[in-house]
């Protein structure tokens, strides 16, 4: 299996920004324009109307986990405030909102009694949300697993599988009719392998045999849910799971990076991608990661990659790739990093928008992916509020540019893409890096939560305006 075709360390000339009008040609006329949030990062609320506590509250508190000692705590208070953000949402005219729904506030304890409080939260957001003409996607898992269950032994185990299949009924019963698309999981190579086998994240375990286990139960819980939330929701409703890819791309024609490239490819896309769409791990992944394979029961492959009606793609970055002299682990290819001339955002990541383009043009020619949706993209800037009406960020503008022409030019060569939605609507909690990392298009003033647009959400609402002029 080759990952990228190309062999490019600066941005591509095709890829130069483009203004709005000529930007909007490429995309069709139900193309959903959407933003992403998800439960922990944005709604504080933490303790409130019968919520149980998730693993990344226990994280938050452990000192030395989360930058500055960060919570969730209080976060955006998204939770009192939801009212004035689909306001906010409707200002700018999305189509779409993607958010998502905290276990622990529908079973405070993972599994059993029903806390019927949660969910009035989320139909109250759903509601609101389809009185503005907003269509609502909702995350059924991201990251934030009832600590109850944590307590059982989380996702190592593989009852919390069928935990998560009962957990995604119960809100499906009650959303199932107005939910527009579902995502069973969000990046499950973060929560398997930054939770469990570098420990960077909730539930902070350091043991890769682990991490592999967990993926494939993670894997399983989506497979189990799938016929249990078709079998209620509303005619023409979109059920599919997020992953985390990025392309990779090799630094040089040496015979150990092509090696180290497809290590790397098998690593970052292939251990998610393929059990989904073709029904089997990557041969030699388990071996290449110097563990066991997971325990994998009779029909648990079928059960996995029972038919979805789209891929969610999170895609920020690229990874080039310079091969080793001896074979690495799958996990520890070496990456180039500055690459001369390349940009890179807050976080650390290469602005690479042909690494989008490709990606979605691989999992339409390798894996016939039915459809396709960019369910998070976005950039983290040092962004500045100095009291103005419009906080300024010229390189936010930029980035979205140039990634949603990468997304146009995949549209072009066949991809079938249905939607784009930017990380983030709001600056958030952004995990490990606390509130540290602005990644919203609005601003939020954390001391007074005060919401001021940034630049580039008038951006994307002219964008919007642009595109539906077409129609
Ligand atoms: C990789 C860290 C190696 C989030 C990564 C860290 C290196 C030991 C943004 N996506 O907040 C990827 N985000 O909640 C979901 N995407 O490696 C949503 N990917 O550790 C956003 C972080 C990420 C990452 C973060």
Redesign the pocket.
């Given at each position: 299996m080759q990952a990228g075709a190309t062999i490019s360390m600066t941005n591509n000339d095709s890829l130069r920004t483009a203004n709005t009008e000529n930007l909007v040609a490429a995309f069709p006329s139900n193309f959903v324009w959407g933003a992403?949030t998800?439960a922990y990062?944005i709604e504080g609320a933490t303790r409130e109307d019968g919520r149980g506590l998730s693993v990344w509250d226990t994280f938050s508190a452990t000192p030395g986990k989360v930058h500055n000692g960060d919570t969730g705590d209080v976060a955006d208070d998204h939770y009192h405030r939801y009212q004035e953000d689909v306001e906010l949402m409707a200002g700018l005219g999305l189509d779409a909102y993607r958010f998502s729904i905290a276990w622990s506030r529908i079973l405070p304890q993972g599994r059993g009694s029903i806390n019927e409080k949660g969910l009035d939260f989320y139909e109250r957001l759903v509601d609101t949300l389809l009185a503005k003409g907003i269509k609502p996607f909702a995350t059924l898992y991201?990251?934030d697993l009832p600590q109850a269950l944590q307590d059982e032994g989380g996702w190592a185990k593989r009852e919390t599988a069928y935990a998560f299949a009962d957990y995604a009924e119960i809100v499906v019963k009650r959303l199932g009719d107005r939910v527009a698309g579902w995502i069973t999981h969000?990046?499950p190579w973060?929560v398997a392998?930054?939770g469990h086998?570098?420990g960077?994240?909730a539930p902070g375990l350091k043991n890769m045999q682990t991490a592999v286990d967990v993926a494939h139960h993670l894997l399983l819980s989506h497979g189990l849910a799938v016929p249990r939330l078709r079998a209620l929701v509303a005619p023409g409703t979109q059920v599919g799971i997020t992953l985390?890819l990025s392309q990779v791309y090799p630094a040089d024609e040496r015979s150990e990076t092509a090696r180290d490239v497809a290590l790397a490819d098998s690593f970052n896309v292939r251990w998610f991608v393929e059990p989904l769409f073709r029904g089997s791990y990557p041969d030699q992944l388990f071996t290449d990661l110097a563990v066991n394979p997971p325990p994998i029961q009779d029909g648990d492959l079928t059960t996995i990659s029972t038919p979805i009606d789209f891929l969610g793609v999170?895609n920020?970055f690229r990874w080039v790739v310079r091969g080793q002299e001896q074979r690495p682990r799958a996990d520890s290819y070496q990456t180039v990093a500055p690459i001369p001339g390349a940009c890179y955002t807050e976080?650390g990541w290469e602005i690479a928008p042909e690494g989008l383009r490709d990606l979605l043009v691989r999992l339409h020619r390798d894996y016939n992916v039915p459809s396709l949706y960019v369910t998070?993209n976005g950039a983290a800037f040092k962004d500045e509020w100095h009291g103005e009406e419009v906080v300024s960020d010229p390189r936010r503008v930029s980035y979205l540019q140039e990634y949603i022409h990468a997304v146009g030019e995949a549209l072009q060569q066949g991809a079938p893409v249905k939607g784009y939605f930017v990380?983030?609507l709001l600056d958030?909690f952004?995990?490990?890096e606390g509130y540290s990392k602005r990644?919203g298009i609005v601003y939020i003033d954390y001391p007074t939560q005060r919401r001021i647009p940034k630049e580039s959400s008038r951006w994307y609402a002219s964008l919007i305006k642009e595109h539906s002029a077409r129609l």
């Open positions: 992403a998800a990062q991201h990251w969000n990046e973060v392998y930054l086998g570098v960077v994240h985390n999170n920020y976080m998070e990380w983030s958030n952004e995990w490990a990644f």
